[in-house]
């Protein structure tokens, strides 16, 4: 999405820009004014962010991740807090399904913009949607190098969510370099305030192989700090055939701000996790139904049954098979 440089534009015309903007509702002014926010960093586009309730609702509605939580939580205020960044957020989320890495990511959608995931200015890919065909890799780089300067053109505090990273085709996301890192200028669109979220089982070896040692010896879940694991991620996924970072660059360059790690969880989170979607549905009360939904739950490994195979991912339809 090319726009036109400011210089080209007639005095005139941006005068008409600075009276149409005083006039939100019209929907003429609507079309000058992504106009102008495309030439200015004085527009946020919609981005309302709300940091205190993302903290509450990331420590009320995520169970059993505490680093993930306190990660989330923390880099995001700090990315905020800086009005002129050197550089974007780069967070890659990693661990076994139904974890609640996806959840997370959507709430960072929720607590940022003013109408939430649906906003204009997050944008999710998914590989199998959006980069089917391993044998164009060549031309699924340029779409995406265009898509992403484009909207970053358009909005500078634009989100864009990776999801299912094991599935994307190695070589791809090595596009986005230019744009991670503090050296590459999008027009005069401040580009270092976009969010970048990865999100993959990529690591999930690793990660869980901490958590069972931890809980092996004795150690609560709490205790695994984010530089237990931090180099081990980032060399499993870039050591992984069936992984999106796979030699990539983005990893070899340490673009990536922080690799998140989402532990196993266990029985006790998934109950916590049934009594969650039960009051969602107005029955609380129901301990027959979390019994029966936690102890129908696959865990694993074999001597010890330590971890739920599946996350919290089956809960609902598990609760709607006991309801």
């Not at 440089?5 to 609507?30: Q, R, T």
């Not at 044998?135 to 300067?149: A, I, P, T």
């Not at 580009?191 to 990660?207: H, N, P």
Request: hydrophobic share 40%.
């Amino acid at each position: 999405m090319e726009t036109i440089p400011p210089a080209l534009l007639p005095a005139n015309m941006l005068a008409v820009l600075s009276v149409l903007l005083l006039y939100p509702y019209n929907p003429v002014s609507g079309v000058f004014q992504r106009l102008y926010c495309s030439l200015s960093d004085s527009c946020e586009c919609d981005f309302k962010p709300n940091i205190r309730d993302l903290e509450w609702d990331l420590y009320k509605n995520v169970f059993g991740q505490p680093l993930a939580q306190d990660i989330v939580s923390e880099e995001v205020a700090r990315f905020l807090q800086n009005k002129s960044p050197d550089r974007p957020l780069v967070l890659s989320f990693h661990g076994s399904s139904g974890t609640g890495k996806t959840l997370v990511s959507s709430m960072l959608g929720k607590y940022l913009f003013g109408s939430a995931m649906s906003s204009p200015y997050v944008h999710q890919f998914i590989p199998t949607l959006h980069f089917p065909r391993p044998d164009r890799v060549q031309e699924y780089r340029e779409e995406l190098k265009s898509w992403v300067k484009g909207n970053l053109t358009e909005c500078a505090r634009s989100v864009f969510l990776f999801d299912e990273m094991e599935k994307m085709p190695p070589g791809l996301i090595d596009v986005l370099e230019p744009f991670l890192g503090p050296s590459h200028v999008v027009f005069r669109t401040n580009y270092r305030k976009a969010i970048y979220v990865f999100i993959g089982t990529s690591g999930e070896e690793v990660i869980n192989r901490k958590a069972l040692e931890s809980r092996q010896a004795g150690r609560d879940r709490e205790e695994i700090t984010w530089a237990d694991l931090q180099d081990d991620i980032a060399q499993a996924i870039y050591n992984s055939t069936t992984s999106g970072f796979f030699r990539s660059s983005v990893v070899l360059q340490r673009l990536v701000g922080r690799f998140v790690p989402f532990l196993p969880l266990s029985r006790r989170h998934v109950e916590r996790c049934v009594r969650a979607q039960l009051c969602q549905r107005g029955s609380c009360g129901r301990g027959d139904v979390v019994e029966a939904v936690a102890g129908g739950m696959t865990y694993a490994p074999v001597p010890g049954h330590y971890f739920s195979t599946a996350g919290c991912k089956a809960v609902p339809a598990k609760i709607n098979f006991f309801l």
